[in-house]
């Protein structure tokens, strides 16, 4: 079932693309250089190549700040706002999302706020578990009184459940349907399935009891390409993809158009 900022973001189509623009290496990251200026003709470049491709939204997301902290400094914050708000004006009309890695939920709103974006993919939102930046808390309750307090009730907050690159032992108890309906539960906008990590498929035994146990919109946030989608698009109403778009498959590679363009010949109309 698709939630009112679901469908005001993404309308009635049967699935919904999202096209991950991963920002080169922020300000006070190990990996950055040359300043802001780079980072933000790359993610024009990226956002204008996808727009191209008939994309239906885009995210950016700061992947290349590696090693991530749990608190990211506001440098971070006010870089990916100043990005965000760029692609924004060049593509006013496309659904615009961002994720500040890692966890910090709270700051991606306000930068959707500042920038005008539309959702955010928010990590830790129910079930406290570790992962490889250290113990995440659940925040579904302090976010949404944030979001609340900041007016932006508008801002679609998507959230990872059971996410990527994390240890769940401590919920070992907890299956992915309990996790999914403590989301809905607690007013998640749409649920986001993964692979274990980047890149790698999701379970689709997985997908399809999330999908038939909760009346969220579902989506897939990993391992999806232009090969597999037909067989997850009964199961799903989006797909946000990052690594098969990138030449060679790699996160850390290139947009390779050609990639956009293949997966997109295959959307179900």
Known sequence: MKTARFLRLFG??????????????????????????????????????????????????????????????????????????????????????????AGANREALACALAAGADFIRAEGYVFGHVADEGYLEACAGELLRYRKAIDAEYIAVFTDIKKKHSSHAITADVDIVETAQAAEFFLSDGLILTGAATGRAASLEELRAVHQASRLPVLIGSGITAENLATYAPWTDGVIVGSHFKRDGHWANPLDADRVRRLMDVVPN
């Open 12 to 101: 009635e189509r049967p699935l919904t693309v999202v096209g991950m623009i991963h920002l080169r290496a922020l300000p006070g990251t190990p990996h950055h250089d040359e300043g802001v200026e780079p980072i933000l003709d790359q993610a024009l470049i990226e956002a204008d190549t996808y727009y191209d491709a008939g994309i239906h939204a885009l995210m950016i997301e700061n992947m290349h700040d590696v090693p991530y902290v749990r608190q990211p400094g506001p440098e971070v914050s006010a870089t990916m706002a100043v990005v965000a708000s760029a692609i924004k004006q060049a593509h006013p009309r496309m659904p615009l999302g961002i994720q500040i890695l």
